[in-house]
């Protein structure tokens, strides 16, 4: 769905990399991935409870950031804490059992109004149209932010997903024949080829407002 207006850009996850895309032709490899323009290399499909935006820079002018590939680069930003207190839930049903739910939680937890905190939280559970597939994702991502001027701004983030699914390679062709086989028949040993990741981020930004045009950030 994120990719869908973006010309040029096509998915081709598999099971083992779920969020490889190919820009203009050209793989985006693992090392291109950016988060809050940190590197953010992983094999854990990334779940967007906490994201508020996908930035893709596509050719050579990526090298700008840190990539060297001739591809382009994909910058996840994500919900950052505000000035304001609500509070969304979410819920996600849909075929082969899928469950998904989610919440984003924001206040204000200091009575001058400079210290913001925000949680995302999501869950998700499903099989799948193949044979012995499933899915278990689990997200938990917190934010904190201090204001001490309207100037200056420090922000800790911290992030956890867990992810567990079938490890599926596709199916194998008979005598040369691709479509031999049900679409849904699973080829591998469902007790033992599983993928289980965890991911744990965390980072500290300080960004300060030099004047109306500049702004310094340094950031961990």
Not at 55 to 68: D, F, M, N, Q
């Amino acid at each position: 769905d994120i990719i869908r207006n973006s010309p040029g850009v096509v998915p081709v996850g598999d099971g083992l990399f779920q969020d490889r895309i190919f820009i203009r032709g050209l793989e985006v490899r693992s090392r291109d991935f950016r988060k809050n323009g940190f590197l953010d290399p992983t094999y854990t499909p990334r779940d967007f409870a906490n994201i508020e935006r996908v930035e893709i820079l596509k050719g050579p002018a990526s090298v700008v950031y840190g990539s060297s590939a001739p591809s382009g680069t994909v910058n996840f930003i994500t919900k950052k804490p505000l000035d304001a207190s609500f509070g969304v839930i979410g819920g996600q049903f849909g075929s082969w059992g899928l469950n998904r739910y989610t919440a984003d939680v924001n206040g204000v937890i200091s009575e001058d109004h400079n210290i913001y905190a925000r949680v995302n939280l999501a869950y998700e559970d499903a099989d799948s149209y193949r044979d012995f597939g499933y899915t278990q994702r689990h997200l938990i991502a917190p934010a904190v932010t201090w204001a001490p001027t309207a100037w200056t701004n420090i922000m800790a983030e911290a992030e956890f997903i867990e992810n567990r699914r079938l490890g599926d390679q596709g199916l194998p062709a008979l005598n040369g024949d691709a479509r031999a086989y049900r679409y849904s028949v699973y080829a591998g040993e469902p007790a033992n080829d599983f993928i289980y990741t965890e991911d744990y981020r965390t980072s500290l930004v300080w960004t300060q407002k030099l004047d109306e045009d500049w702004t310094a950030q340094l950031g961990l």
